[in-house]
Every structure is written in structure tokens, then in C-alpha cells.
Nanobody, 118 residues
Framework: QVRLQESGPGLVGPSQTLFLTCTVSGASITRDYEYWGWIRQPPGKGLEWIGHIDDGGNTYSNPSHKTRTTLSRDTSKSQFTLQLRSVTPEETATYYC??????????WGQGTQVTVST
């Protein structure tokens, strides 16, 4: 059974860079046709896709913040990471990592709360 676990700072200052890591167990992050992504949910709002990495290591990001986003992976550690630069208080949210299969994100981490504030 796959398990995903997010880790990172709970508090980030405005205009700083947010780094999050997702550690995967029970599955290979290089398995064919499986993608690994990041989704967030601000308080009282809906889910927003941030981006994902495919089985070949290619990355795809939401055009809304593509220039500020870097996605990467470390296959030796079974981890993938999110780097989001120049964050604003409006990006305070619960951040989730998830696995996408057959076009849908069906396996999720428990989420990590990130607050952007001084």
C-alpha cells in the first residue's frame, strides 16, 4: 500500500522560498504511467493543482505560478520536492502531495499546513 508523507516548515516569511518534500513508501516514483504531484487548499477555498512530475522526470506546473515553481525528485530516496519562490500570505494553505494514476490523484498524503507570515 502506497504511503505519502509531506515534510517542511510550517511558517515561511513573505517573499521567501517554500521547500516541501514528499517521501513515498510502498511504491516506486519511477513506475510507468504514474505521476507525483502537489496540490494545495487555502482556508475556506478549493483545491488547487500546483504541479507534478511524470514517470520520466518531466515536470508540469500550473501556469499561474509556473515561473516561481521548481519540481524535482530524488529516486534514491523515493522523494519528490516542491520549491515555490516569492510566496505571499495568500499562499497560506494546506499542502498535499499525491499520486496520479489513470488521470486522477487517488492517493494522498495527510497534508502539511504552511503559513506565510512575518
Amino acid at each position: 500500500q502506497v504511503r505519502l508523507q509531506e515534510s517542511g516548515p510550517g511558517l515561511v516569511g513573505p517573499s521567501q522560498t517554500l521547500f516541501l518534500t514528499c517521501t513515498v513508501s510502498g511504491a516506486s516514483i519511477t513506475r510507468d504511467y504514474e505521476y507525483w504531484g502537489w496540490i494545495r487548499q487555502p482556508p475556506g477555498k478549493g483545491l488547487e493543482w500546483i504541479g507534478h512530475i511524470d514517470d520520466g522526470g518531466n515536470t508540469y506546473s500550473n501556469p499561474s505560478h509556473k515561473t516561481r515553481t521548481t519540481l524535482s525528485r530524488d529516486t534514491s530516496k523515493s522523494q519528490f520536492t516542491l520549491q515555490l519562490r516569492s510566496v505571499t500570505p495568500e499562499e497560506t494553505a494546506t499542502y498535499y502531495c499525491a499520486r496520479r494514476q489513470n488521470g486522477a490523484f487517488g492517493s494522498w498524503g495527510q497534508g502539511t499546513q504552511v503559513t506565510v507570515s512575518t
